[in-house]
């Protein structure tokens, strides 16, 4: 009987840590654990280059380490969120500025992921209807479809030599 309430117990505490309901002695590890990723997200997309501008998007403050949040949802697997801030609020080009994170991200996180991108909220006329286009895998599917698209985000996101 002692064992199978060991068990029981054992199985409890595992469901409770992982679904976050109870921060047990794991959390402060699972925490840094996810700041370490972040940072790993951060150093990916740091580099993509805007498409206007011979800068980085670090350069223009369009990413910064705040802006990447990463949750652990499951064994081995992580949600990424990028909120990232357009020069103006008016920028043309802040979908394709998405488009160039999620291609990057896709091609080069070492891990498990879901990936969610936004326009930092309050920062473009259009937030709304672009956090929906970047997020849309169809939409995203399409867009690299087109030569003179993909040809641009890959100049984007290639490293520099």
Known sequence: MS???GLLSHTLNRVLRYSGLRRGCHAP????MEQDKALEVYDII??????????????LEVVTENCVEVQEIGEDEH?????????????SLATLIGLCLRIKLQRCL?????????ITEGTHSTEEDINKQINDKERVAAAMENPNLREIVEQCV????
Do not use: G, M, Q, W
């Open 110 to 118: 070492p891990f498990r992921h879901k990936l969610e991108i936004y």
């Open 3 to 5: 064992l199978v309430l």
């Open 29 to 32: 590890r699972s925490h840094a």
């Open 46 to 59: 740091r580099t993509i280059r805007d498409p206007e501008k011979p800068n980085t998007l670090e350069e």
């Open 79 to 91: 949600l990424v969120i990028i909120r990232f801030t357009p020069t103006v609020p008016h920028c």
């Open 158 to 161: 290639t490293e520099p030599d």
